[in-house]
Protein backbone atom coordinates (compact mmCIF):
# COMPACT_ATOMS: atom_id res chain seq x y z
CA UNK A 1 0.00 0.00 0.00
CA UNK A 2 2.64 2.80 0.79
CA UNK A 3 4.31 2.08 -2.62
CA UNK A 4 1.57 2.30 -4.36
CA UNK A 5 0.44 5.83 -2.66
CA UNK A 6 4.12 7.11 -3.10
CA UNK A 7 4.50 10.08 -4.82
CA UNK A 8 6.43 9.77 -8.60
CA UNK A 9 9.59 11.50 -6.85
CA UNK A 10 9.78 9.43 -3.91
CA UNK A 11 8.84 6.07 -5.89
CA UNK A 12 12.18 7.27 -8.15
CA UNK A 13 14.13 7.88 -5.03
CA UNK A 14 13.47 4.62 -4.00
CA UNK A 15 14.15 2.90 -7.10
CA UNK A 16 18.05 4.31 -7.03
CA UNK A 17 18.67 2.23 -3.75
CA UNK A 18 17.69 -1.46 -5.82
CA UNK A 19 19.81 -0.03 -9.14
CA UNK A 20 22.23 -2.55 -8.55
CA UNK A 21 23.64 -2.87 -12.71
CA UNK A 22 24.66 0.33 -13.13
CA UNK A 23 28.27 1.15 -11.87
CA UNK A 24 29.42 3.95 -13.50
CA UNK A 25 31.21 7.10 -11.79
CA UNK A 26 28.05 8.92 -10.83
CA UNK A 27 26.06 5.86 -9.53
CA UNK A 28 25.56 4.80 -5.85
CA UNK A 29 26.31 0.98 -7.03
CA UNK A 30 29.56 2.36 -8.86
CA UNK A 31 30.27 4.50 -5.56
CA UNK A 32 30.00 1.24 -3.66
CA UNK A 33 32.16 -0.83 -6.29
CA UNK A 34 34.59 2.18 -6.16
CA UNK A 35 35.19 1.89 -2.04
CA UNK A 36 37.04 -1.61 -2.26
CA UNK A 37 40.02 -2.37 -4.23
CA UNK A 38 39.25 -4.09 -7.68
CA UNK A 39 41.24 -6.85 -9.68
CA UNK A 40 41.82 -5.37 -13.44
CA UNK A 41 43.83 -7.39 -14.44
CA UNK A 42 46.25 -10.68 -14.48
CA UNK A 43 49.88 -9.90 -13.33
CA UNK A 44 51.29 -12.71 -15.73
CA UNK A 45 49.51 -10.68 -18.73
CA UNK A 46 51.73 -7.49 -17.93
CA UNK A 47 54.90 -7.30 -18.69
CA UNK A 48 57.73 -4.85 -17.96
CA UNK A 49 57.03 -1.66 -20.43
CA UNK A 50 54.00 -2.09 -21.54
CA UNK A 51 50.94 -0.37 -21.52
CA UNK A 52 47.13 -1.35 -22.22
CA UNK A 53 44.06 0.72 -22.02
CA UNK A 54 41.75 -0.22 -18.94
CA UNK A 55 37.91 -0.27 -19.33
CA UNK A 56 36.51 -0.66 -16.01
CA UNK A 57 33.35 0.06 -14.89
CA UNK A 58 32.13 2.25 -17.85
CA UNK A 59 35.29 4.17 -17.40
CA UNK A 60 38.40 4.19 -19.39
CA UNK A 61 42.10 4.47 -17.77
CA UNK A 62 45.83 3.34 -18.94
CA UNK A 63 47.50 0.30 -17.20
CA UNK A 64 51.13 -0.11 -17.53
CA UNK A 65 54.05 -1.44 -15.65
CA UNK A 66 57.09 0.66 -15.84
CA UNK A 67 60.20 -0.69 -15.89
CA UNK A 68 61.28 -1.27 -12.29
CA UNK A 69 58.39 -4.01 -12.74
CA UNK A 70 55.59 -1.99 -10.71
CA UNK A 71 52.08 -1.77 -12.22
CA UNK A 72 50.50 1.83 -11.98
CA UNK A 73 46.91 3.07 -13.51
CA UNK A 74 46.47 6.80 -14.97
CA UNK A 75 43.82 8.14 -16.88
CA UNK A 76 42.73 7.16 -20.03
CA UNK A 77 44.06 10.42 -22.15
CA UNK A 78 46.95 12.96 -22.19
CA UNK A 79 46.10 16.18 -20.82
CA UNK A 80 47.11 18.23 -24.06
CA UNK A 81 45.21 16.56 -26.96
CA UNK A 82 43.00 13.82 -25.15
CA UNK A 83 44.94 11.00 -26.82
CA UNK A 84 44.82 7.64 -25.47
CA UNK A 85 47.67 7.08 -23.07
CA UNK A 86 47.91 3.48 -23.33
CA UNK A 87 49.76 3.89 -26.83
CA UNK A 88 52.39 5.66 -25.25
CA UNK A 89 56.27 4.69 -24.44
CA UNK A 90 56.59 3.30 -21.26
CA UNK A 91 60.29 4.80 -20.35
CA UNK A 92 61.34 4.24 -16.94
CA UNK A 93 58.69 4.12 -14.73
CA UNK A 94 56.44 7.19 -16.66
CA UNK A 95 54.45 7.41 -19.43
CA UNK A 96 55.28 9.54 -22.74
CA UNK A 97 52.95 10.76 -24.58
CA UNK A 98 53.27 9.41 -28.34
CA UNK A 99 51.33 12.76 -29.73
CA UNK A 100 53.28 15.47 -28.50
CA UNK A 101 56.20 13.70 -25.46
CA UNK A 102 54.31 14.56 -22.60
CA UNK A 103 55.72 12.54 -20.17
CA UNK A 104 53.82 11.45 -16.93
CA UNK A 105 55.04 9.77 -13.69
CA UNK A 106 53.34 7.33 -11.86
CA UNK A 107 51.55 9.66 -9.65
CA UNK A 108 49.96 11.24 -12.81
CA UNK A 109 51.90 14.38 -12.30
CA UNK A 110 53.50 15.61 -16.20
CA UNK A 111 57.33 16.13 -15.78
CA UNK A 112 58.18 17.51 -18.83
CA UNK A 113 57.17 19.02 -21.93
CA UNK A 114 59.71 19.08 -24.51
CA UNK A 115 58.34 22.19 -26.71
CA UNK A 116 57.18 24.08 -23.27
CA UNK A 117 58.54 25.11 -19.87
CA UNK A 118 59.31 23.44 -16.65
CA UNK A 119 56.73 25.95 -15.41
CA UNK A 120 53.87 25.05 -17.62
CA UNK A 121 54.24 20.90 -16.93
CA UNK A 122 54.47 21.45 -12.47
CA UNK A 123 50.66 22.68 -13.20
CA UNK A 124 49.77 19.89 -15.10
CA UNK A 125 48.55 16.06 -13.80
CA UNK A 126 46.07 13.85 -14.47
CA UNK A 127 44.30 11.16 -12.30
CA UNK A 128 46.44 8.40 -11.16
CA UNK A 129 45.45 5.60 -8.79
CA UNK A 130 46.85 3.28 -6.30
CA UNK A 131 47.54 -0.25 -6.87
CA UNK A 132 48.55 -3.46 -5.81
CA UNK A 133 49.20 -6.83 -6.54
CA UNK A 134 47.91 -10.12 -4.41
CA UNK A 135 47.65 -13.97 -5.96
CA UNK A 136 48.49 -13.58 -9.33
CA UNK A 137 46.30 -10.87 -9.82
CA UNK A 138 47.06 -6.58 -10.29
CA UNK A 139 44.44 -4.29 -8.04
CA UNK A 140 43.29 -0.76 -8.31
CA UNK A 141 41.68 1.37 -5.70
CA UNK A 142 39.01 3.94 -8.21
CA UNK A 143 37.48 5.55 -4.76
CA UNK A 144 37.81 8.68 -3.53
CA UNK A 145 40.02 9.38 -0.26
CA UNK A 146 42.57 7.29 1.37
CA UNK A 147 41.88 3.58 0.17
CA UNK A 148 41.18 0.51 2.63
CA UNK A 149 43.53 -1.93 3.96
CA UNK A 150 45.46 -4.54 1.38
CA UNK A 151 45.34 -6.94 1.42
CA UNK A 152 41.56 -7.30 1.91
CA UNK A 153 41.28 -11.32 1.24
CA UNK A 154 44.33 -13.24 3.27
CA UNK A 155 46.75 -15.37 0.84
CA UNK A 156 45.92 -19.18 0.74
CA UNK A 157 47.66 -21.11 3.67
CA UNK A 158 49.91 -24.09 2.84
CA UNK A 159 51.66 -25.22 0.00
CA UNK A 160 50.25 -25.47 -3.57
CA UNK A 161 50.33 -23.89 -6.74
CA UNK A 162 48.08 -20.39 -7.46
CA UNK A 163 46.60 -20.55 -10.58
CA UNK A 164 44.65 -17.51 -12.30
CA UNK A 165 42.25 -17.07 -14.96
CA UNK A 166 40.41 -14.42 -16.66
CA UNK A 167 37.10 -14.81 -18.43
CA UNK A 168 34.78 -12.58 -20.36
CA UNK A 169 30.73 -12.56 -19.71
CA UNK A 170 28.40 -10.84 -22.09
CA UNK A 171 26.01 -10.15 -19.17
CA UNK A 172 25.87 -7.31 -16.30
CA UNK A 173 28.12 -8.53 -13.34
CA UNK A 174 25.82 -8.24 -10.72
CA UNK A 175 23.32 -11.27 -11.98
CA UNK A 176 26.64 -13.18 -11.64
CA UNK A 177 27.50 -11.93 -8.52
CA UNK A 178 24.16 -13.44 -7.35
CA UNK A 179 24.41 -16.37 -9.18
CA UNK A 180 27.57 -16.62 -6.37
CA UNK A 181 24.96 -16.93 -3.72
CA UNK A 182 22.93 -19.32 -4.74
CA UNK A 183 24.54 -22.59 -4.13
CA UNK A 184 21.45 -24.26 -5.61
CA UNK A 185 21.93 -23.63 -9.52
CA UNK A 186 25.11 -25.96 -9.60
CA UNK A 187 23.45 -29.24 -9.40
CA UNK A 188 21.47 -28.12 -12.32
CA UNK A 189 23.71 -25.53 -14.29
CA UNK A 190 26.69 -27.45 -14.03
CA UNK A 191 25.25 -31.23 -14.96
CA UNK A 192 26.30 -31.57 -18.45
CA UNK A 193 29.80 -32.63 -17.82
CA UNK A 194 29.11 -35.12 -15.06
CA UNK A 195 30.98 -33.05 -12.48
CA UNK A 196 27.78 -32.87 -10.38
CA UNK A 197 24.94 -35.80 -9.66
CA UNK A 198 21.91 -35.41 -11.11
CA UNK A 199 19.22 -34.02 -9.05
CA UNK A 200 21.61 -34.61 -5.69
CA UNK A 201 20.70 -33.29 -1.78
CA UNK A 202 20.64 -30.46 -2.04
CA UNK A 203 22.05 -28.58 1.18
CA UNK A 204 20.38 -26.10 3.71
CA UNK A 205 21.72 -22.77 3.39
CA UNK A 206 22.20 -19.85 5.64
CA UNK A 207 23.36 -16.40 5.23
CA UNK A 208 24.74 -13.99 8.00
CA UNK A 209 25.94 -11.00 7.78
CA UNK A 210 29.56 -10.31 8.84
CA UNK A 211 31.94 -7.34 9.63
CA UNK A 212 33.72 -8.27 6.10
CA UNK A 213 30.18 -9.49 4.38
CA UNK A 214 28.12 -12.59 4.28
CA UNK A 215 28.94 -15.97 5.52
CA UNK A 216 27.35 -18.63 3.33
CA UNK A 217 26.85 -21.70 5.13
CA UNK A 218 25.78 -24.88 3.56
CA UNK A 219 24.75 -28.19 5.17
CA UNK A 220 23.60 -31.34 4.46
CA UNK A 221 21.56 -33.83 6.19
CA UNK A 222 24.46 -36.33 6.86
CA UNK A 223 26.28 -32.98 8.49
CA UNK A 224 28.65 -32.11 6.08
CA UNK A 225 29.48 -28.25 6.36
CA UNK A 226 30.97 -25.30 3.57
CA UNK A 227 31.47 -22.26 4.73
CA UNK A 228 32.18 -19.21 1.85
CA UNK A 229 32.75 -15.83 2.52
CA UNK A 230 31.07 -13.49 0.72
CA UNK A 231 33.17 -9.88 1.00
CA UNK A 232 32.07 -6.63 -0.15
CA UNK A 233 31.65 -5.56 -2.20
CA UNK A 234 32.13 -8.66 -5.08
CA UNK A 235 34.52 -11.28 -3.62
CA UNK A 236 33.59 -14.88 -3.01
CA UNK A 237 35.95 -17.37 -1.26
CA UNK A 238 35.13 -21.13 -1.78
CA UNK A 239 36.16 -24.57 -3.25
CA UNK A 240 35.16 -25.44 -6.61
CA UNK A 241 35.68 -28.37 -8.34
CA UNK A 242 38.69 -28.64 -10.61
CA UNK A 243 38.01 -28.31 -14.53
CA UNK A 244 41.21 -30.28 -14.77
CA UNK A 245 39.24 -33.18 -13.46
CA UNK A 246 37.50 -33.40 -17.01
CA UNK A 247 41.03 -34.11 -18.01
CA UNK A 248 42.56 -36.78 -15.42
CA UNK A 249 44.84 -34.56 -12.95
CA UNK A 250 45.17 -32.30 -10.38
CA UNK A 251 42.87 -31.86 -7.05
CA UNK A 252 39.24 -33.00 -7.85
CA UNK A 253 38.42 -29.65 -5.47
CA UNK A 254 40.19 -26.04 -5.31
CA UNK A 255 40.02 -23.96 -2.77
CA UNK A 256 39.42 -20.64 -4.98
CA UNK A 257 38.51 -17.02 -4.56
CA UNK A 258 35.56 -15.61 -7.35
CA UNK A 259 35.68 -11.56 -8.31
CA UNK A 260 33.50 -10.06 -11.07
CA UNK A 261 33.86 -6.78 -12.31
CA UNK A 262 32.18 -4.88 -14.69
CA UNK A 263 33.38 -3.77 -17.61
CA UNK A 264 30.47 -1.45 -18.24
CA UNK A 265 26.47 -1.93 -17.56
CA UNK A 266 26.06 -4.76 -20.38
CA UNK A 267 29.41 -6.72 -19.56
CA UNK A 268 31.89 -8.00 -17.20
CA UNK A 269 35.35 -10.38 -16.30
CA UNK A 270 35.55 -12.91 -14.22
CA UNK A 271 38.56 -13.44 -12.06
CA UNK A 272 38.89 -16.89 -10.66
CA UNK A 273 42.40 -17.24 -8.17
CA UNK A 274 42.91 -20.86 -7.37
CA UNK A 275 44.92 -22.82 -4.84
CA UNK A 276 46.30 -26.18 -6.32
CA UNK A 277 47.82 -28.35 -4.03
CA UNK A 278 49.41 -31.50 -5.50
CA UNK A 279 50.29 -33.85 -4.03
CA UNK A 280 54.38 -35.59 -2.92
CA UNK A 281 55.60 -36.98 -6.38
CA UNK A 282 53.78 -35.55 -8.47
CA UNK A 283 54.69 -32.64 -9.04
CA UNK A 284 56.53 -33.05 -12.77
CA UNK A 285 53.11 -35.17 -13.92
CA UNK A 286 51.16 -32.32 -12.70
CA UNK A 287 53.19 -29.73 -14.56
CA UNK A 288 53.15 -31.33 -18.00
CA UNK A 289 49.39 -32.30 -18.07
CA UNK A 290 48.62 -28.77 -16.61
CA UNK A 291 50.84 -27.63 -19.86
CA UNK A 292 48.65 -29.26 -22.12
CA UNK A 293 45.60 -28.59 -20.68
CA UNK A 294 46.39 -25.18 -20.43
CA UNK A 295 46.81 -25.51 -24.49
CA UNK A 296 43.89 -27.02 -24.79
CA UNK A 297 42.01 -24.04 -23.44
CA UNK A 298 44.44 -21.55 -25.92
CA UNK A 299 43.50 -23.27 -28.94
CA UNK A 300 39.46 -23.83 -27.55
CA UNK A 301 36.88 -20.88 -29.21
CA UNK A 302 36.06 -18.16 -26.00
CA UNK A 303 33.48 -19.64 -23.82
CA UNK A 304 31.40 -16.76 -23.66
CA UNK A 305 31.15 -17.34 -27.87
CA UNK A 306 30.01 -20.55 -27.54
CA UNK A 307 27.77 -19.81 -24.87
CA UNK A 308 26.13 -16.84 -27.03
CA UNK A 309 25.39 -19.69 -29.82
CA UNK A 310 23.97 -21.73 -27.66
CA UNK A 311 21.52 -19.24 -26.86
CA UNK A 312 20.92 -18.05 -29.97
CA UNK A 313 19.73 -21.91 -30.65
CA UNK A 314 22.99 -22.38 -32.97
CA UNK A 315 24.35 -25.23 -31.13
CA UNK A 316 23.45 -27.10 -27.51
CA UNK A 317 25.48 -27.69 -24.45
CA UNK A 318 26.23 -31.54 -25.37
CA UNK A 319 27.89 -30.10 -28.97
CA UNK A 320 30.50 -28.11 -25.95
CA UNK A 321 30.86 -31.21 -23.90
CA UNK A 322 34.00 -31.36 -24.42
CA UNK A 323 35.57 -27.80 -23.90
CA UNK A 324 38.10 -27.22 -21.53
CA UNK A 325 36.15 -24.91 -19.49
CA UNK A 326 32.19 -26.36 -19.75
CA UNK A 327 31.67 -24.82 -16.47
CA UNK A 328 32.27 -21.07 -17.62
CA UNK A 329 29.67 -22.04 -20.82
CA UNK A 330 26.98 -23.14 -18.65
CA UNK A 331 26.99 -20.39 -17.16
CA UNK A 332 27.65 -17.83 -19.36
CA UNK A 333 24.12 -19.57 -20.97
CA UNK A 334 22.67 -19.32 -17.80
CA UNK A 335 23.29 -15.98 -16.56
CA UNK A 336 23.61 -14.59 -20.28
CA UNK A 337 20.41 -16.06 -20.48
CA UNK A 338 18.78 -13.57 -18.38
CA UNK A 339 19.67 -10.54 -20.94
CA UNK A 340 22.45 -8.19 -20.72
CA UNK A 341 20.81 -6.84 -17.86
CA UNK A 342 18.29 -8.91 -15.72
CA UNK A 343 14.55 -7.91 -15.22
CA UNK A 344 14.34 -8.18 -11.79
CA UNK A 345 10.98 -6.83 -11.59
CA UNK A 346 9.40 -10.07 -13.44
CA UNK A 347 11.64 -13.02 -11.58
CA UNK A 348 9.65 -15.50 -8.84
CA UNK A 349 11.42 -15.81 -6.17
CA UNK A 350 11.66 -18.92 -3.44
CA UNK A 351 13.31 -19.77 -0.12
CA UNK A 352 16.27 -20.76 -2.26
CA UNK A 353 16.63 -17.71 -3.32
CA UNK A 354 17.32 -15.95 0.55
CA UNK A 355 21.00 -15.57 0.19
CA UNK A 356 19.86 -13.50 -3.23
CA UNK A 357 17.67 -11.34 -1.00
CA UNK A 358 20.60 -10.87 1.95
CA UNK A 359 22.91 -9.64 -0.81
CA UNK A 360 20.33 -7.29 -2.42
CA UNK A 361 19.35 -5.83 1.27
CA UNK A 362 22.47 -4.82 2.17
CA UNK A 363 24.01 -3.06 -1.05
CA UNK A 364 20.20 -0.98 -0.92
CA UNK A 365 21.40 -0.29 2.70
CA UNK A 366 25.09 1.13 1.55
CA UNK A 367 23.82 2.88 -1.33
CA UNK A 368 20.84 4.49 0.43
CA UNK A 369 24.19 5.58 3.12
CA UNK A 370 25.82 6.91 -0.08
CA UNK A 371 23.00 8.96 -1.41
CA UNK A 372 21.81 10.37 2.17
CA UNK A 373 25.94 11.26 2.82
CA UNK A 374 25.51 9.53 5.80
CA UNK A 375 28.30 6.79 6.75
CA UNK A 376 28.17 3.86 4.87
CA UNK A 377 29.73 -0.03 6.65
CA UNK A 378 33.39 0.01 7.29
CA UNK A 379 33.70 -3.33 5.41
CA UNK A 380 37.06 -5.31 7.41
CA UNK A 381 39.09 -7.53 5.41
CA UNK A 382 38.87 -11.15 5.70
CA UNK A 383 41.83 -12.42 8.02
CA UNK A 384 41.25 -15.82 7.84
CA UNK A 385 38.66 -18.59 6.69
CA UNK A 386 35.80 -19.00 9.02
CA UNK A 387 35.57 -22.25 10.92
Same mark, same amino acid.
Given at each position: *????N???? &? %??A? !?? +???Y =? @??G???????????????V??????P?????P??I?S?????F????G?A??????C?????????????G??????Y???????????VE *???E?A?Y? &? %?V?? !?? +?P?? =? @???????????G???A????????G???????????????????E??F?E??VHF??????M????PE??EM?F???D??????????????K???F?M????R??V?????????G?S????Y????????F???????????????E??????K?AQ?L???A???????????IL??????M?V?DHP????I???????????????????L???????????KI???????I?????????????????
Amino acid at each position: *MAVTNMKPR &A %RKAA !AQ +YNDY =E @HTGPVTLAGAFMRSGWQPVHRSQDLPSGRAKPLRIMSEGFTLFRGESGKAQVLAHRCAHRGTQLSAAWVEGDTLRCLYHGWRYDATGQCVE *MPAEGAAYA &A %RVKI !AS +YPTR =E @HLGLIFVYFGEGEPPAFPHIPAFVGEGHVETYVEYFPCNFFQCWENSFDEYHVHFTHRTGGMHPRYPELPEMTFTETDYGILRRAETKDGRVKLSPFLMPNVLRTTVPSPNAMQGHGPSERDTYLIKVPVDDFNHVFFITQQVRVREGEEAAYREKHAQYLEMRAKARPPHELGLEILAGKITLMDVVDHPYLAIIEDVVAQGGQGAIANRSEELLGRSDVGILAMRKIWSREMRAIAEGKPAKQWQPLLKMPE
